[in-house]
């Protein structure tokens, strides 16, 4: 008897792996599991649960739901300006050339180096009215009690967005001290030739250089704000009568109430802020 052997048809070579490709397939295998379980299913969940549209009628008829919107844009106007006009004035300061600045730079990247919940907590502890060491001292040195700092909520609001402001400073006047670095001294030099003061350098050398990255910072800066929580729901846990929560802590807010499906709406609620701002984020990256 003769035996047939079925001969399979030969792989083609665009199908083939080599040994390193192989493995670096494997390798991405774990990453994006993670990324299925823990981003892309939470997201889609959330984004189920808020589907119901009376969850939204709910939401625009809550007072507090309006005034955490109020919020969110004083802290995007105030907080991300305020932040990146002082980085800005900072990063001046940071380039000149002595001894002692690197010391200085050193001690100023503490707030953004260190963790965030500790740093809060501590400042929430430093800033309470009856033992802590900031009415302590007012009372001592003036023998009057000092301010109810977190309970009044426009004050609350500011110490929250000085506190975020504090804490994310050192980030972005490293980032646009390393934007002035990157611009040649050779034409500050010649400005000085030319008998050019130093603001008429800041206007047609430094920012022209720099106002790419500054815009593009401002713009990514303003998404992480968006979703900043620590600033305000460990120093002031959105209170006092829940009129300093913002956007990205008001879902904590209906969570403890058990309102899970008013928690995701407010979510979806805050993505018109932040898409817009991806987009333009993405398309400045692009150019």
Known sequence: MTTQVAHLPPVPPALRLTAWEFWGRMLVVPYILIFLVFVLYPVGYGLWLARHPQSYVD????????RSAINTL?????????????ALALSGFFVTERWWIKIVSAIFILPWAVPSIPTILSVRFMLNPEWGIINSAIFRW??????????????ALTLA?????????????????AARLSIPTEQYEAASVDGATNWQKFKFITWPSMRSIYLTSTILSMIWTLGDFNSVYLLTGGGPADMTHVLATLGIRYLRLDQVDLAMASIVVALPFVLPLVYFMMKRLSK
Do not use: C, E, R
């Open 59 to 66: 939401l625009f008829n809550d007072p507090i739901f309006f």
């Open 74 to 86: 004083v802290f995007l106007v105030v907080a991300i300006n305020l932040k990146m006009i002082v």
């Open 142 to 155: 003036t023998g009057l009690d000092g301010p109810n700092w977190l309970n009044d909520p426009t004050l």
């Open 161 to 177: 967005m000085l506190m975020h402001v504090w804490k994310s400073l050192p980030f972005w006047t490293l980032i646009l001290v």
